[in-house]
């Protein structure tokens, strides 16, 4: 479960205003939202990346978020991370299923600096899976993807531990979202409402 207690957030505009919002887990929540409108800022508060600028968000300790494939080093290999992150996170998965299931092996093992937008957002989402975390933050993860790897996605996503998984999926496609989130949110004028 993540929580929202009279949570305010402020940048230069506000973003939320005493909002009080539960997202339970076991469930897909889309987040559907226009550039500006503060859901990167919200996913940044989330997992502490900012402060809050009063209340409480109770967040699980097992989140994972990775804002933009602009984080990654280019001088470093796909393999690299996938490795970080399941030496860091334990992950239980094997690496060479999840490098077939996105189909990186041909580049995996590259600069990152040579790779196309979508080969770096399927890295990235291949980093979400193998991370194993009982919260995922997913910032236009969709972006950058073709409309195979984007039904690769969302089979993958539909097989998500309905028990104990939660996942915060942010587009601007409000089509996208209905077809695989149990909920729909938006930000509007300072509050998350349900579409």
């Known amino acids: 479960m993540l929580q929202l207690t009279h949570v305010t957030l402020k940048t230069r505009q506000v973003i939320l205003q005493d909002v009080d919002f539960t997202f339970e887990k ?88 040579k790779y196309s937008l979508g080969m770096k957002q399927r890295l990235v989402i291949a980093m979400y899976f193998l991370s194993q975390a009982k919260c995922w933050l997913m910032d236009e993860i969709t972006n950058g993807l073709d409309e195979y790897y984007r039904q690769k996605f969302f089979d993958r996503l539909a097989q998500i531990d309905r028990q104990e998984q939660l996942v915060l999926l942010s587009s601007h496609y409000k089509e996208e979202l209905l077809d695989v989130c149990d909920r729909v949110v938006t930000i509007h004028q300072g509050q998350i409402e349900e579409v």
Request: zero cysteines; a negative charge.
């Open 26 to 113: 076991g469930r897909i929540y889309g987040i559907l939202a226009i550039n500006g409108s503060g859901k990167t800022t919200l996913f940044r508060a989330i997992s502490n990346l900012i402060s809050i600028t009063s209340g409480n968000i109770a967040a699980p300790p097992s989140l994972f978020y990775y804002e933009s494939v602009e984080w990654l080093d280019g001088n470093l290999s796909g393999m690299d991370y996938l490795r970080l992150i399941k030496n860091i996170w334990k992950s239980g998965l094997n690496l060479g299923d999840e490098i077939d299931y996105w189909e990186m092996s041909d580049y995996i093992s590259l600069p990152i600096r």
